[in-house]
């Protein structure tokens, strides 16, 4: 099933998303199915639950080294690199725009799996950048509140700049 994308304004964005228990009784599996196809769809890289109107701590993101998609539960930041690096981003959920985005080279997330067993990983490079822009989704910040210079139109110039050609964060 392919969801619609939800696009500012949707006060959805800017909310902070509820930690899920296997309580609730959700099919993740089905979820990660449903989000992975709408962000291909889409032509992204990663997708977060407040994108399908889900107010859920929930992510897809897509390694394009590996070219698999992995599910995140509850996903949570929990150290990160001194070294940051500046690129341009776009995101689905603001179309036809990009920002200039500080991201930190690595991080390690806390997070659990589809069964709700806790991992915790190291992630580098352009994946580590998706995934900070996902969880900044489920915090409720969107690359408009982070670009250094404000945002700007997206050009065919700012899909090259980007890492691999990868599709919208």
Known sequence: MIYEIVKVPAKILRRQCKRITAADGMDL???WHDMSETMQEAHGVGLAAPQ???????????????????PFVNPE????????EVLSEGCLSI???RGDISRHLGIIMRFQDLEFRQHEAEFQGFFARVLQHEVDHLNGILI???AINGMHEDTDEDDEEQEDGAGQI
């Open 144 to 146: 408009s509140d982070r």
């Open 77 to 84: 930041i929990v150290a990160v690199s001194e070294e940051e």
């Open 29 to 31: 599996l089905a979820l």
């Open 52 to 70: 399908i109107d889900k107010g859920i701590r929930f992510l897809v993101a897509h390694d394009v080294e590996t070219g698999e998609t992995h």
């Open 95 to 97: 179309p036809g725009l």
